[in-house]
């Protein structure tokens, strides 16, 4: 997956692809314009109509666009049901996805909006109590990617505070990696956590 001059999403949807099976239940905690929704609802979505995204962001604008971009790419009715979003903060993920739901994938796309308000941007104290509660509803297999961007202003403290949360994680139940371009240094970082 590392071929070409592939964009850092789409080595991250390779890995998820390796770790998401259909009928799966999994969390986009950053919504954006729906990108990583649609590729997750492709990757869950079966033919008896289980699987299911659970799609969140802060920004109302950034559901409607989530919404609308759905609507657009998914022809079958059905399958645009198995994602519900929430215009909330990721740190309250576990208020809506359900207990008994094992998650295989919660997915972060750090930064700010493409297209919106430069400023309105993931912070690290709510990104850090956003893994925290990711790492509690992770089923065991599960996959915790977050893409972390280092070009704008904060991202590196971003990266700080994802890369500490990482390597606190402990060693018997996780394995935690990091994927970086060493030969780019402003290109995004991929932390990948692994439960066990
Ligand atoms: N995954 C998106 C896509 O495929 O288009 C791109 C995500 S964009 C890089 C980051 C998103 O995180 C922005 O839409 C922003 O509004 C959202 N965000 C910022 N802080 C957040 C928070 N505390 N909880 C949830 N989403 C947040």
Redesign the pocket.
Known sequence: FLTGRRKA?EVAHAVWRSIVRKGDTVV??????????LALLKMVADQKGQGCVYG????DS?IES?SSFLKMAVDDDHQGELVKLFP????RMEEIVPKDAPVRLV?F??????G?DKT????PR??EL?LQAASRILSSGGLISVLV?IGHPGGRDELNVVESFASSLPIDSWVSCKLQMVNRPIAPVLILLNKK
Do not use: E, F, R, W
């Not at 986009?28 to 929704?37: E, L």
């Not at 969140?56 to 920004?59: A, C, G, H, T, W």
């Open positions: 999403t986009d905690a950053t919504c954006g314009n729906g990108n990583d929704t969140m962001d802060i920004q950034a989530t909330i903060c990721h740190s997915a796309n750090l930064g700010y909006l493409p919106g309105l941007i993931t912070v709510t990104t956003a961007y």
